[in-house]
């Protein structure tokens, strides 16, 4: 079974603190993807990366950054957390080719506090 | 305007009966694949369902389909034979193009839907 694992279920951070969540999958897929997750607003894309030291920006990218230097791993960045970054962090992978379609899998999520 | 309209914030359904979750998108590409995802209560995201936009027949996985009707561009999951565990948020979402132009998705609002005993 795929695992994606995120570093931590629940962070509380203060506003201007540099924040990293971390996204580890263990199948070998060539795409990761960040999304937040707030009510009534399903998941947003954040950054999404197809290869190592790849990354496009997504539909929200404003205030995060990105880092993927192994294939497994891929790090979100918050430089200087604000309180409007309040929200629930989920971290997804899937195949880059080889099937008719290719599902995402999703890590347990990180909700983060900014206070 | 929204790519992926899930209309239906909540709802509850008796536990054995048939619920339908509506989902409308917005695409002007001709290849693309649609997507729903289950959410319960622990946080995880669980993929049910794929249909794309070339296939001919609604896609079907257990008590999961799909009614695909791509002219008014809707994409309805059906559920039939509500159990309780059925109780959860659920995403209708997107994938534009190609899946060799990667799988990026674009997800709907959700809808929550509540199973009762």
């Known amino acids: 079974d795929v695992k994606v694992t995120q570093s931590s279920r629940y962070l509380v951070k203060r506003t201007g603190e540099k924040v990293f969540l971390e996204c580890v999958q263990d199948?070998?897929?060539?795409?990761m993807f960040w999304y937040r997750q707030d009510p009534g607003l399903g998941l947003r894309l954040i950054y999404f990366?197809?290869?190592?030291?790849?990354?496009e920006k997504g539909d929200i990218p404003e205030g995060y950054s990105v880092s993927r230097e192994k294939k497994e791993r891929f790090s979100l960045i918050l430089e200087s957390a604000s309180t409007n970054q309040t929200s629930m962090y989920l971290c997804?992978?899937?195949?880059?080719?080889?099937?008719?379609?290719?599902?995402?899998?999703f890590g347990p999520g990180t909700r983060l506090t900014v206070l | 305007a929204q790519k992926i309209t899930q209309t239906q914030p909540g709802m509850f359904v008796q536990e054995k009966e048939a619920v339908t979750l509506d989902c409308t998108y917005d695409?002007?590409?001709?290849?693309?694949?649609l997507f729903w995802y289950k959410q319960p209560s622990s946080g995880e995201m669980i993929f049910l369902i794929y249909?794309?936009?070339?296939?001919?027949q609604n896609a079907t996985e257990g008590r999961y389909s799909l009614n695909f009707q791509k002219a008014r561009k809707s994409a309805n999951l059906v559920i039939s034979a509500s159990q309780l565990g059925d109780s959860a948020m659920y995403f209708c979402a997107m994938r534009e193009g190609s899946k060799a132009a990667g799988n990026k998705l674009t997800f709907g609002g959700g809808t929550r839907v509540l199973v009762k005993p």
């Open positions: 997804a992978s899937s195949l880059g080719s080889g099937r008719a379609y290719n599902e995402q899998f």
């Open positions: 695409t002007s590409d001709q290849s693309y694949g």
């Open positions: 199948m070998d897929h060539e795409n």
């Open positions: 249909q794309g936009s070339y296939d001919e």
């Open positions: 990366s197809y290869d190592v030291k790849m990354k």
